[in-house]
């Protein structure tokens, strides 16, 4: 990393205390981003992934979470900002935006009214002024007749519009990260390639740096410049983008690339899928998360793997294997057909 | 152990005779050609149309407008195969398959399941197509009830159709669950000591129960997580090796849907724009909406992905209330002239491997077909 990081967790955990026991939904996960670099997260539900993001922004509000760990922002650490600093940081430095724009936006209130009151929070601006902002932001964002839609209400929307909305609320303030949890989700391929594009241009007109949470690999592929992998509350790959797909280090990453069906390849007769379902975060299995479901495990396995960069080339991987073991299965765990087909 | 569908249809004999389809005429002939499966032909709609009317007043509930849902939808299917539709939200796609599963009353139109039109069938009537026609819903979460053991929510599809003695049926139960990859001990538990995926799989062995011939999955892994999905997938395709099933499989995961199909039909504002072996789709889109669709999909390979140019649609669908005139798409498509929105293309072949689409301007095509 050459610059100065904007972000950096450090050591993260939150745990939270259930009627069941501790779920330790994120347990020691450490990050940086750099001023607009984009990076994905990719993990499946209950992988700590918006759990981490939401800890970062401070919006769990629960008596029964505990944060550990570090977030360092311009020099200051969030997790000890009082209310008041914390409201001043979101919004204006970081922004989030999140996978229901329904649920997200305020069913009774105009959208213009809605992004009005958030520019208002952070500047002293006349009331006019702010409106006029409102229009500029959601003609920025690709909605048509901005002039009249601002006086719409959210359910004049579709979907796709509506995250539109969100997007022109989140970067109202110009922040220095965008937060986007799952943007696309809840939408259709084609609306989510227009969401994509237009994240992907406000990042290079403003230079927004870019959290992206998802569970699909294909939406980081073509955005994300490093991409950090997350399983059962624990980073465990981090690289660049073209580390994670082209030199995949974690069998479990194996397992994600291997369980898509992808339309730019010929047809496999089956899917790898990954046997057996994420541990539970009340009962974390004693050594590797992910060894019950691993077809490689072996006797280190019972140990619990720390994420390392083991060829010092800032690709990090929590997993016992070496790196020549992991040449020679990376892609029979992957494609077990184009060997069998070879053979 | 009886076998449904060996069985005869055990309801009061109806009329099978041939139905005028009400909807407006259009050519059906071709879509019935180049299907994949070996077998007979299962089900065949006929000018499906299903309008929701949108009403308007208190008392008087008067119609002011209708949903175009599914608007004039023709196919076949052979036993044996799968049939994948895609298409957007809104596009008709759960419609048209809850109107072949009877769950909707058409507005017109038939369907044809094992050769007896099932569309004006009463619900009595309809009981002994049921056992052959079963869905698979999307939302593992909604789709069993809370309060039953699973067991007993394997077990409504025997009870219902007064299949076998108490014994017979807590056997068959565990062979379902056997069969859908989980443990018969499983029994006595309740939905929600499942996870998703378990959850769907317990979907599946209710579905599986009377032995069905058709299976309708309506978006059976959009809700679980990527490394289940793969598990479900299989499992789906297993069952139709092992059962001789045929599917309908209906997802926007146009990668999912292209490993499951034998043939997939593209639908846009109730209507099928087109319908090809899957292969062949994917190579050669004929109609804009699927050439578009396909380069919509993220491809989880960043070189690949830099390479591409992307068609990215502009705007939303088009409301079904009113959808556009002539070809519904023209709104959107970035070959438009001005035929397409005067003239509605027909649903013609092009090639003799059963493709066919309706465009006025189709792309991809070879010199034979020009």
């Not at chain 2, 009877?102 to 007896?116: A, D, I, K, N, W």
């Amino acid at each position: 990393m050459t610059a100065e990081p904007l972000l950096e967790v450090r050591d993260l955990k939150v745990s939270f205390r259930t009627e069941d026991g501790i779920v330790r939904a994120v347990d020691g996960v450490s990050l940086s981003l750099a001023p607009g670099e984009t990076l994905g997260i990719v993990g499946e539900s209950g992988s700590g992934k918006s759990v981490t993001m939401m800890s970062v922004m401070r919006l769990i509000i629960d008596p029964n979470a505990r944060f550990e760990g570090e977030v360092r922002y311009k020099g200051r650490d969030l997790m000890k900002l009082g209310q008041d600093q914390i409201r001043a940081v979101r919004g204006a430095g970081i922004a989030m935006i999140f996978q229901d724009p329904m649920t997200s936006l305020n069913p009774v209130y105009r959208v213009g009214w809605q992004i009005e009151e958030q520019i208002r929070a952070h500047e002293q601006i006349s009331r006019q002024a702010a409106h006029a902002r409102a229009i500029e932001l959601l003609a920025a964002v690709g909605i048509p007749r901005p002039a009249e839609r601002v006086n719409d209400y959210p359910h004049q929307f579709s979907g796709g519009m509506r995250q539109r909305v969100m997007i022109a609320m989140a970067v109202s303030c110009s922040p220095d990260i965008l937060i986007a949890d799952e943007p696309t989700t809840a939408l259709d391929v084609t609306i989510q390639a227009q969401i994509l594009n237009l994240i992907k241009k406000l990042r290079d007109d403003f230079g927004t740096a870019v959290v992206l949470i998802t569970h699909d690999m294909g939406v980081v592929a073509d955005i994300a410049d490093r991409i950090a992998v997350m399983y059962a509350g624990r980073i465990i790959e981090q690289g660049s983008r073209r580390d994670v797909f082209y030199d995949a280090r974690h069998p479990y990453t194996w397992g994600l690339l291997g369980s898509i069906a992808r339309l730019d390849r010929p047809k496999p007769r089956r899917l790898t899928a990954i046997p057996g379902l994420p541990p539970s975060l009340l009962r974390l299995p004693p050594g590797c998360a992910f060894g019950p479901r691993c077809p490689h495990r072996f006797g280190l396995c019972d140990e619990r793997p720390d994420l390392l960069d083991k060829a010092g080339d800032g690709h990090l991987d929590a997993c016992h294997l070496d790196l020549r073991q992991k040449e020679d299965l990376r892609e029979t765990t992957i494609h077990p057909e184009l060997i069998e087909e070879a053979t | 152990m009886t076998d449904a569908s060996a069985a005869p249809p055990a309801g009061p004999a109806t009329p099978v005779g041939p139905t005028t389809p009400a909807g407006p005429a259009a050519a059906t002939g071709p879509a019935s050609a180049g299907a994949t499966g070996n077998g007979q032909v299962l089900l065949r709609a006929e000018h499906v149309i299903k309008y929701f009317p949108v009403r308007q007043g208190v008392l008087l509930q008067r119609e002011i407008a209708r949903v175009h849902a599914v608007d004039d939808v023709s196919f076949e299917l052979r036993a044996g195969e799968t049939l994948g539709l895609v298409g957007e939200s809104g596009c008709g796609k759960s419609t048209l398959a809850r109107c072949i599963a009877r769950l909707y009353p058409l507005t017109s139109g038939s369907v044809v399941f094992e050769g007896r039109d099932i569309s004006r069938l009463s619900r009595r009537q309809l009981r002994p197509v049921r056992r052959d026609l079963q869905m698979v819903f999307q939302d593992p979460y909604a789709s069993l009830n809370p309060r039953k053991r699973v067991g007993a929510v394997i077990a409504d599809p025997l009870h219902i159709h007064h299949w076998g003695t108490r014994e017979q049926i807590k056997k068959r139960v565990s062979e379902l669950l056997e069969l859908v990859g989980l443990s018969p001990e499983h029994v006595n538990r309740y939905p929600h000591e499942f996870s998703g995926g378990q959850r769907q799989r317990i979907g599946v062995a209710r579905a599986l129960a009377m032995h069905p011939r058709l299976i309708i999955a309506d978006e059976p892994v959009s809700a679980l997580d990527v490394s289940i999905r793969a598990q479900v997938i299989n499992l789906l395709d297993d069952l139709q090796d092992e059962l001789n099933l045929t599917y309908i499989f209906i997802a926007h995961d146009l990668g999912v849907v292209r490993h499951v199909s034998d043939r997939i039909a593209v639908m846009y504002l109730g209507k099928i724009v087109e319908i090809s072996p899957a292969e062949e789709l994917y190579q050669r889109p004929l109609h804009p909406y699927a050439e578009a669709l396909w380069s919509a999909v993220p491809i989880p390979d960043p070189d690949l992905s830099e390479q591409r140019t992307q068609i990215v649609l502009e705007g939303d669908v088009p409301s079904p209330v009113a959808p556009p005139s002539g070809c519904r798409f023209h709104t959107r498509c970035r070959y438009a002239t001005e035929i397409c929105s005067q003239q509605e293309p027909e649903l013609v072949e092009y090639g003799n491997q059963g493709h066919l689409a309706a465009c006025h301007h189709p792309l991809n095509l070879t010199r034979a077909e020009a």
